[in-house]
Protein backbone atom coordinates (compact mmCIF):
# COMPACT_ATOMS: atom_id res chain seq x y z
CA UNK A 1 0.00 0.00 0.00
CA UNK A 2 1.86 3.39 -0.93
CA UNK A 3 2.26 5.65 2.24
CA UNK A 4 0.90 8.67 0.89
CA UNK A 5 -2.63 6.42 0.77
CA UNK A 6 -2.11 5.69 4.39
CA UNK A 7 -1.72 8.79 5.13
CA UNK A 8 -5.29 9.99 3.83
CA UNK A 9 -6.51 7.21 5.26
CA UNK A 10 -5.54 8.54 8.76
CA UNK A 11 -5.94 11.89 7.87
CA UNK A 12 -9.79 11.63 6.80
CA UNK A 13 -10.48 9.25 10.91
CA UNK A 14 -8.64 12.67 12.25
CA UNK A 15 -11.39 15.13 10.21
CA UNK A 16 -13.98 12.65 10.97
CA UNK A 17 -13.42 12.61 14.62
CA UNK A 18 -11.57 15.95 15.31
CA UNK A 19 -8.92 12.81 16.43
CA UNK A 20 -10.35 13.75 19.90
CA UNK A 21 -11.13 10.26 20.88
CA UNK A 22 -8.72 8.32 18.36
CA UNK A 23 -5.31 8.55 19.88
CA UNK A 24 -2.19 10.53 19.69
CA UNK A 25 -2.91 13.97 18.27
CA UNK A 26 -5.57 16.26 17.48
CA UNK A 27 -6.49 19.29 16.56
CA UNK A 28 -9.71 20.47 18.64
CA UNK A 29 -11.47 23.81 18.02
CA UNK A 30 -10.30 26.58 20.43
CA UNK A 31 -14.02 27.40 21.22
CA UNK A 32 -14.68 24.05 22.83
CA UNK A 33 -11.74 24.22 25.27
CA UNK A 34 -12.90 28.08 26.24
CA UNK A 35 -10.78 29.88 24.78
CA UNK A 36 -11.62 33.14 23.19
CA UNK A 37 -10.27 33.83 19.57
CA UNK A 38 -8.11 36.91 21.00
CA UNK A 39 -5.72 36.84 23.20
CA UNK A 40 -5.44 39.76 25.84
CA UNK A 41 -2.69 41.06 27.59
CA UNK A 42 -2.97 41.76 31.56
CA UNK A 43 -0.79 43.54 34.07
CA UNK A 44 -0.91 42.37 37.36
CA UNK A 45 1.30 43.94 40.64
CA UNK A 46 1.31 42.78 43.85
CA UNK A 47 4.01 42.75 46.58
CA UNK A 48 5.82 39.38 47.37
CA UNK A 49 6.69 39.01 51.18
CA UNK A 50 10.03 37.35 51.20
CA UNK A 51 10.60 36.08 55.21
CA UNK A 52 13.15 34.23 55.91
CA UNK A 53 13.62 34.12 59.63
CA UNK A 54 11.35 33.78 62.49
CA UNK A 55 8.43 31.97 64.11
CA UNK A 56 6.48 33.28 60.33
CA UNK A 57 9.03 32.52 58.07
CA UNK A 58 7.95 31.68 54.77
CA UNK A 59 10.74 31.21 52.87
CA UNK A 60 12.83 28.30 54.51
CA UNK A 61 16.53 27.37 54.10
CA UNK A 62 16.57 23.53 52.58
CA UNK A 63 19.80 23.58 51.47
CA UNK A 64 22.89 25.26 53.24
CA UNK A 65 25.20 27.21 51.12
CA UNK A 66 28.27 25.38 50.22
CA UNK A 67 31.27 26.72 52.40
CA UNK A 68 34.27 25.77 50.15
CA UNK A 69 32.64 28.37 47.79
CA UNK A 70 32.05 32.04 47.13
CA UNK A 71 30.20 33.04 50.71
CA UNK A 72 29.27 35.92 49.82
CA UNK A 73 27.15 35.06 47.29
CA UNK A 74 25.87 32.04 49.11
CA UNK A 75 26.45 30.07 46.28
CA UNK A 76 24.88 26.31 46.68
CA UNK A 77 21.63 27.95 49.05
CA UNK A 78 18.49 26.28 48.42
CA UNK A 79 15.00 28.25 50.32
CA UNK A 80 11.39 26.58 49.54
CA UNK A 81 9.01 29.40 50.02
CA UNK A 82 5.23 29.98 50.46
CA UNK A 83 5.39 33.20 50.59
CA UNK A 84 2.03 36.41 50.73
CA UNK A 85 1.29 38.25 47.37
CA UNK A 86 -0.49 41.30 48.72
CA UNK A 87 -2.25 44.13 46.92
CA UNK A 88 0.22 46.47 48.55
CA UNK A 89 3.70 46.58 49.94
CA UNK A 90 1.99 46.10 53.59
CA UNK A 91 1.89 42.65 54.84
CA UNK A 92 -1.33 43.19 56.36
CA UNK A 93 -2.95 44.89 53.14
CA UNK A 94 -5.39 42.70 50.86
CA UNK A 95 -3.82 38.97 49.97
CA UNK A 96 -4.22 38.23 46.31
CA UNK A 97 -2.34 35.00 46.52
CA UNK A 98 0.74 32.97 47.36
CA UNK A 99 4.31 32.43 45.54
CA UNK A 100 4.99 28.81 46.12
CA UNK A 101 7.89 27.16 44.43
CA UNK A 102 12.16 27.53 45.77
CA UNK A 103 14.87 29.88 44.79
CA UNK A 104 18.51 29.06 44.97
CA UNK A 105 21.60 30.59 44.95
CA UNK A 106 23.14 30.11 41.43
CA UNK A 107 26.36 32.57 40.94
CA UNK A 108 29.93 32.27 42.13
CA UNK A 109 29.99 35.92 41.93
CA UNK A 110 26.99 37.74 42.19
CA UNK A 111 24.01 37.32 44.58
CA UNK A 112 22.14 35.95 41.59
CA UNK A 113 19.21 33.31 41.95
CA UNK A 114 17.64 30.87 39.97
CA UNK A 115 13.58 31.21 40.97
CA UNK A 116 11.37 28.58 40.40
CA UNK A 117 7.47 29.70 41.38
CA UNK A 118 3.91 29.55 40.67
CA UNK A 119 1.80 32.11 41.67
CA UNK A 120 -1.21 31.41 43.09
CA UNK A 121 -4.11 33.47 43.06
CA UNK A 122 -6.97 33.34 45.63
CA UNK A 123 -9.20 36.49 44.26
CA UNK A 124 -12.65 37.07 42.45
CA UNK A 125 -11.87 35.51 39.51
CA UNK A 126 -8.27 34.75 39.30
CA UNK A 127 -9.07 32.57 42.18
CA UNK A 128 -7.50 29.05 41.44
CA UNK A 129 -5.59 30.23 38.55
CA UNK A 130 -1.21 30.49 38.26
CA UNK A 131 1.30 31.43 36.62
CA UNK A 132 4.56 29.67 36.39
CA UNK A 133 7.94 32.00 37.07
CA UNK A 134 11.13 30.86 35.78
CA UNK A 135 14.16 32.75 35.84
CA UNK A 136 17.08 34.29 36.84
CA UNK A 137 16.71 36.91 39.99
CA UNK A 138 20.00 39.11 39.69
CA UNK A 139 18.91 40.08 43.67
CA UNK A 140 20.92 43.03 43.89
CA UNK A 141 19.93 44.82 40.47
CA UNK A 142 17.16 47.44 40.50
CA UNK A 143 15.01 45.61 38.37
CA UNK A 144 14.68 42.08 37.48
CA UNK A 145 13.41 40.58 34.72
CA UNK A 146 12.14 37.11 34.46
CA UNK A 147 10.08 34.83 32.08
CA UNK A 148 6.20 33.75 32.51
CA UNK A 149 6.44 30.28 31.56
CA UNK A 150 3.06 29.08 31.42
CA UNK A 151 -0.11 29.24 33.74
CA UNK A 152 -3.35 27.37 34.53
CA UNK A 153 -7.22 28.26 34.82
CA UNK A 154 -7.57 32.21 34.13
CA UNK A 155 -4.29 31.72 32.96
CA UNK A 156 -4.22 29.27 30.09
CA UNK A 157 -1.24 29.55 27.33
CA UNK A 158 0.15 32.56 29.37
CA UNK A 159 3.35 33.86 27.91
CA UNK A 160 4.97 36.99 29.17
CA UNK A 161 7.77 38.18 31.73
CA UNK A 162 7.39 39.60 35.27
CA UNK A 163 9.64 42.82 36.46
CA UNK A 164 10.82 42.65 40.03
CA UNK A 165 11.34 45.68 42.29
CA UNK A 166 12.85 45.52 45.83
CA UNK A 167 10.32 47.77 47.86
CA UNK A 168 12.20 47.17 51.35
CA UNK A 169 14.93 45.19 53.08
CA UNK A 170 15.39 44.70 56.31
CA UNK A 171 19.11 43.29 56.80
CA UNK A 172 18.47 42.31 60.66
CA UNK A 173 15.34 39.76 59.89
CA UNK A 174 16.52 39.70 55.91
CA UNK A 175 12.85 40.25 55.47
CA UNK A 176 12.41 41.60 51.88
CA UNK A 177 9.27 43.17 50.31
CA UNK A 178 9.33 42.92 46.45
CA UNK A 179 7.19 44.80 43.82
CA UNK A 180 6.21 42.49 41.64
CA UNK A 181 4.52 43.19 37.60
CA UNK A 182 3.50 40.85 35.76
CA UNK A 183 3.00 41.36 32.04
CA UNK A 184 0.85 38.61 30.78
CA UNK A 185 -0.61 36.98 27.10
CA UNK A 186 -3.53 34.68 28.00
CA UNK A 187 -7.05 34.22 26.39
C1 LIG B 1 3.79 36.01 63.57
O1 LIG B 1 2.42 36.16 63.29
C2 LIG B 1 1.63 36.44 64.44
C3 LIG B 1 0.18 36.42 64.01
O2 LIG B 1 -0.04 37.13 62.84
C4 LIG B 1 2.06 37.79 65.01
O3 LIG B 1 1.30 38.08 66.18
C5 LIG B 1 3.54 37.73 65.37
O4 LIG B 1 4.00 38.98 65.78
C6 LIG B 1 4.35 37.28 64.17
N1 LIG B 1 5.74 37.04 64.58
C7 LIG B 1 6.78 37.53 63.91
C8 LIG B 1 8.13 37.16 64.45
O5 LIG B 1 6.67 38.23 62.91
C1 LIG C 1 32.57 36.68 45.64
O1 LIG C 1 31.40 37.47 45.47
C2 LIG C 1 31.62 38.86 45.56
C3 LIG C 1 30.30 39.57 45.35
O2 LIG C 1 29.35 39.12 46.22
C4 LIG C 1 32.60 39.28 44.48
O3 LIG C 1 32.88 40.65 44.66
C5 LIG C 1 33.87 38.49 44.55
O4 LIG C 1 34.68 38.79 43.46
C6 LIG C 1 33.57 36.99 44.55
N1 LIG C 1 34.81 36.23 44.75
C7 LIG C 1 35.17 35.23 43.94
C8 LIG C 1 36.43 34.52 44.32
O5 LIG C 1 34.54 34.90 42.96
C1 LIG D 1 -11.46 30.43 46.21
O1 LIG D 1 -11.72 29.09 45.90
C2 LIG D 1 -11.74 28.23 47.03
C3 LIG D 1 -11.83 26.79 46.54
O2 LIG D 1 -12.76 26.66 45.51
C4 LIG D 1 -12.88 28.65 47.94
O3 LIG D 1 -12.89 27.82 49.08
C5 LIG D 1 -12.67 30.09 48.35
O4 LIG D 1 -13.75 30.54 49.12
C6 LIG D 1 -12.52 30.99 47.13
N1 LIG D 1 -12.15 32.32 47.56
C7 LIG D 1 -12.67 33.44 47.03
C8 LIG D 1 -12.18 34.71 47.60
O5 LIG D 1 -13.50 33.42 46.16
Request: charged content about 15%.
Amino acid sequence: MPTYFLFFFFLSIVSLTSAEGTGFVGSPNPKLLGLKSKEKLSHLRFYWHDMVSGSNATAVEIVPSVPEYNTTTSFGLVRILDNALTSGPELSSKLVGRAEGLYASASQTQLNLLMVMNFVFTQGKYNGSTIAILGRNGALTKVREMPVIGGSGVFRFARGYVEAKTHSYDPKSGHATVEYNVYVFHY
